[in-house]
């Protein structure tokens, strides 16, 4: 069965350092998310790409957040500088179209010291 | 803008008993909802969703839910609990489909302990 990737599944960094996460959606999925939960929260959406467009990145902090989809396929999302604010779970979830079924990857744990 | 809420940030259960998760939502739109799995340091796995039509939609693991748009409610409930449903339990809702944008709004969700 298909899944989405995720890397790192766990990530301690420093605060002030750059970190990175890296998706791979579903095979032939067009639309991809990235969302950020934390501890005892539900995830918050935090961007979403329609191939390589962004759709929606209003709740994205872009005075640190940058996120890509250069091919249309998989993706990264960046921190820099990392703050101790951003120790989360980032999920990323992938859907054919956008109004299709959302499938989550197991997630990047992120922790800021 | 849409929200959602679930009451009761944990809910304890014995194992046989019955499930009841409470979910409450707001939207300005008749919305899509969604009920949501998540294991400790894994993703989220969708239970059950509805969109149109049926009002009482059954999911996988015997989960079921009923959308009662007059309480503005999408409760779920499982007749007999498990003790591998022990998990975090989200809900969310999303604008239908005519809209460009999936994004799911989540509740704070809920932890179900299973007691043996």
């Known amino acids: 069965e298909a899944e989405v990737a995720q890397s790192p599944r766990y990530k301690i960094t420093e605060k002030s350092q750059a970190v990175a996460f890296w998706c791979d959606p579903i095979s032939g999925h067009a639309t991809l998310y990235w969302y950020r939960q934390i501890l005892g929260q539900g995830p918050e959406l935090l961007v979403q790409f329609q191939d390589e467009s962004v759709v929606d990145d209003s709740q994205l902090p872009k005075d640190r957040f940058s996120a890509e989809r250069l091919k249309g396929v998989d993706s990264t999302l960046k921190i820099q500088p990392a703050e101790l604010g951003d120790s989360a779970m980032y999920l990323c979830?992938?859907?054919?179209?956008?109004?299709?079924?959302?499938?989550f990857g197991p997630g990047t744990r992120l922790t800021v010291t | 803008a849409q929200s959602v809420t679930q009451l009761g940030s944990h809910v304890s259960v014995s194992e046989g008993a019955l499930v009841l998760l409470r979910c409450n939502y707001s939207s300005s739109v008749p919305p899509y909802l969604f009920w949501y799995v998540q294991y400790p340091n894994q993703g989220l796995q969708l239970l059950l969703k509805y969109t149109t039509g049926a009002t009482l939609v059954k999911g996988i693991n015997g989960f079921e839910a009923e959308f009662k748009k007059s309480e503005t409610s999408f409760h779920l409930t499982k007749p007999s609990a498990h003790m591998s449903d022990a998990a975090e339990y989200f809900c969310a809702v999303r604008r239908p489909s005519s809209s460009n944008t999936g994004k799911l709004i989540f509740g704070q969700g809920t932890t179900l302990q299973v007691k043996p």
């Open positions: 979830a992938s859907s054919l179209t956008s109004g299709t079924e959302q499938y």
